[in-house]
C-alpha cells in the first residue's frame, strides 16, 4: 500500500513536470524593425536635357597632293609629321626639260619680236608710199595685214613661254594648304606621273577639327514634338562636351554646325557635324569619341537623385512619393545631368510636384552594440 502510494506520487510529479514542459514553450518571434530610408524634397529648376552620341573625328581640311607632272624626285623637302604653311615646297623633280622647254619658248618669243619689229617698219614706209602713189594699195594692205599678224605672232610666243614657266613650276611640288602632313609615299629617285592615281601625303589641318557623330531619326522626331509642343527650349547653342576615349572630358567645348539634311537609309540616322578647337592637336583624324549634344532645356524640370530611381520589369524609371495618398510613379528617362536623374514628362495624373519628398535609399545597417 505504501509502495503503491508512492508511485502513484511519483507518478503525478512526472506528469505535472511533463506538462510544464510542454505549455512553456519558447517567446513567439517579434516583426524586424522598420528599415530607415532616406528622403529628398524636389523642386523645379531648369534641365539642360543631353545625349552622348558617338563620332569619329575628321581634319578640318584635307588636301591630296598629286603630281601634275611627270619626273623623278630629286628631293624631299619636308619632314615627316609635322607642320608645314601653305605653298611650302614638298619635294623637287627633275626639271631640266621643263627648264629647256621654257629658253625654247624665250628664243620663239625672240623670233616673234624680230619679225613684229620688220612688220613695224614695212608697214610705216608703206603708209607713206600710198599717200604718193609710189606703192599700189594692195601693197599697202599686205603690209598693214603682215603688222597684224605679227603682232599675234608675238602674244602666241608670249603666252607658250608663259605656259612654259608654269609647267616648270609644278617640278616643285607645294602644300596647297597649311596644316599637318604625314609620311612620305615615295623617296628620293622614285618616279611620279603627272595626275597620277595614289596620292602623296595629304596634308591636313587639325586646328580647329570637326567631330562627326549620328543620331537616330526617331529621337529626333522626338526632339522636334518637343520643340513644337513647348516643353523644350532650343538647345543647339549649348556647348558641346567632348569624352576622349578613355572616358575623360576634353578641356575645350565644341559648338554644332552642321545636321544632315537625309536619312541613311540602312541605319535610320543622321549625321551631326560640331567644330572643336584643338591647339594642341590632342584630337587626331580617325579618333572614337562621344559628343554630349544639347537636346534642349526644360524649365521646369524635377531632378531626382540617381539612388532613389528603381526599374520595374519593362525598365520604367520609378520614383517613390513618401507621405499622402501619391504612390510612386513611373515617369520617362530624359537625361543625366549631374549625376542626377530628371524625372520629367509622361506623367501619370496624380504624379511628382513641387516640394514632393522622394525615398532616398535604405540607411546602411548599423552595427549591433
Known sequence: MLITTRLSLLTIATLTVLLAGCGGGAPAP?????TPVTVVTVVPEPVALTRELPGRVHPLLVAEVRPQVSGIVKKVLFTEGGRVEAGQPLYQLDDATYLADVNSSKAQLARA??????AQLTAARADELVKIEA???????????????AEAEVGMMRAALDRAKVTASYARIVSPIAGRIGKSTVTQGALVTANQEAALPPAQQLDPIYVDVTQSSTEWLELRRALDSGNLSDGSDVPVSILLEDGSRYEHDGKLVFSEVTVDTNTGSYALRIVV????NLLLPGMYVRAAVSKGERANGLLVPQPAITRDPTGKAIAMVVGGRRQGRTAHRAGEPDCRQPMVGRERPGGRRQ??????AEDPPRAPP
Open 30 to 34: 517579434q516583426a524586424p524593425p522598420p
Open 277 to 280: 578647337d584643338n591647339p594642341a
Open 135 to 149: 606703192v599700189s594699195a594692195q601693197d599697202h594692205e599686205n603690209a598693214v595685214a603682215a603688222l597684224r599678224q
Open 113 to 118: 619680236q624680230a619679225t613684229l619689229n620688220s
Open 355 to 360: 516640394g514632393d519628398r522622394r525615398r532616398l
